[in-house]
């Protein structure tokens, strides 16, 4: 796999975090220990250390951690994101004031625990579905204002980006449809508007109003919503948490009735069934838990004497 390079946006919400997070780590006195016991001008080397396997990320904001509080810190990268790496390899040699180094630890293996860990699994993930077409996509179900980052170690690990914010896509979901069915009073309309109608209208004034290359996608989650959504031809229909016979069938009518669109399977998908997900013929598979629900990699600075 070839080298994952943060975007601009990217490195803008990795300087912000490392602001916030050495303000929370430094505030109210900052390192007492460290600038008590430690000589101010004492320098070392250091390396930070994979207790684990598993697939890296984070070693550009592991870098900037250490550069923020003190840009002389020398920081040599002997992996790039998106590396497979081993127990004991070391990821990065770190050099420079060693209070500055003992004081910005935590901060950097936090960063490069926490993305490491979404990287991993969004590997594992991407590694369960080999073989076929279908790709591994995340979600929005970030930690707020880790968005970015938790997006850019999916794709470290070899997943794809959902959208990043709401402006990326229209997707008319669940909540969407039952607003849509109900009245200013919340009487239900269903019966005076058909779903199907009420659907073409909305897609009509969708592709009407949308930037040239704004995904427009309908989430549905059962077999009679599909067959009404399908012929509309939205980019993309989102199967949430249906049966795996009902996913084969989805993909059967897309590909009588609707080639162009593309199915996205999602909803309870697990490293145990994504294979099985794969193979009904879904071209997409989204995965809340790459993102909220990842463990950390473990990962230590250890001094070089």
Same mark, same amino acid.
């Given at each position: 796999m070839e080298p994952v390079i943060p975007h601009k946006e990217e490195l803008r919400a990795g300087l912000?975090?490392? !602001?916030?997070? +050495?303000?929370?780590d430094l505030s109210g006195g900052g390192d007492r220990t460290s600038t008590l016991l430690i000589d101010q001008e004492k320098i070392g080397r250091a390396n930070i250390v994979a207790r684990q396997s598993g697939t890296v990320a984070g070693i550009d904001i592991a870098r900037n951690v250490f550069h923020t509080l003190d840009p002389s810190i020398q920081c040599k990268g002997n992996a790039v994101d998106g590396d497979r790496i081993n127990t004991a390899d070391v990821l990065m040699e770190i050099e420079g004031n060693i209070r500055t180094m003992l004081s910005v630890e935590r901060v950097a293996?936090?960063?490069?625990?926490?993305?490491? @860990?979404?990287?991993?699994?969004? %590997?594992? *993930? =991407? %590694?369960?579905?080999?073989?076929? !077409?279908? &790709?591994?996509f995340d979600t929005r179900k970030t930690i707020p204002g880790w968005r970015r980052l938790a997006k850019y170690a999916v794709r470290a690990g070899g997943g794809n980006n959902h959208r990043i914010n709401l402006a990326d896509g229209a997707m008319i979901k669940d909540n969407h449809l039952a607003a849509m069915t109900h009245g200013t009073n919340g009487e239900n309309n269903s019966d005076v508007v058909p779903l199907g109608e009420q659907l073409t209208e909305s897609i009509i004034r969708l592709r009407e109003k949308l930037p040239k290359g704004i995904p427009i996608v309908v989430e549905?989650?059962?077999?009679? &919503?599909?067959? !009404?959504?399908?012929?509309?031809?939205?980019? /993309?229909?989102?199967?949430?948490?249906?049966? +795996? *016979?009902?996913?084969?069938?989805?993909?059967q009518f897309r590909n009588e009735l609707a080639s162009k669109v593309c199915l996205e399977a999602t909803g309870? /998908?697990?490293? !145990?069934n994504i294979q099985q997900v794969?193979?009904? @013929?879904?071209?997409?598979?989204? =995965? @809340?838990?790459?993102?909220?629900?990842?463990? @950390?990699?473990?990962? %230590?600075?250890?001094?070089?004497?």
């Open positions: 912000r975090l490392i !602001k916030w997070a +050495l303000e929370e293996l936090n960063f490069l625990t926490h993305l490491s @860990g979404i990287a991993t699994l969004t %590997a594992q *993930f =991407v %590694a369960a579905v080999s073989g076929t !077409k279908a &790709q591994i549905v989650d059962h077999m009679a &919503q599909y067959k !009404k959504v399908l012929p509309i031809c939205p980019d /993309i229909v989102l199967l949430d948490n249906m049966e +795996l *016979f009902e996913l084969r069938q989805a993909v309870g /998908i697990t490293l !145990k794969a193979l009904t @013929g879904v071209e997409r598979i989204s =995965v @809340g838990a790459l993102t909220h629900s990842s463990s @950390g990699l473990d990962m %230590a600075m250890d001094w070089v004497h």
